[in-house]
């Protein structure tokens, strides 16, 4: 069971990292998009 939910929460942490870079990416594609 702990060694389960550890991956489930190191799933959870990378899912969450790739959508902050996922949108950082957006948001600079957008402003150079502006300009």
């Keep these: ?3 389960k939910r550890g991956k ?3 799933i ?3 899912v969450i ?3 902050l870079l996922l949108s950082m ?3 600079m594609v ?3 998009f502006q300009n």
């Design 17 to 19: 990292t790739i959508i």
């Design 12 to 14: 959870i942490f990378a």
């Design 25 to 27: 990416i957006l948001s």
């Design 1 to 3: 069971m702990n060694s």
């Design 30 to 32: 957008v402003f150079l």
């Design 8 to 10: 489930t929460s190191q």
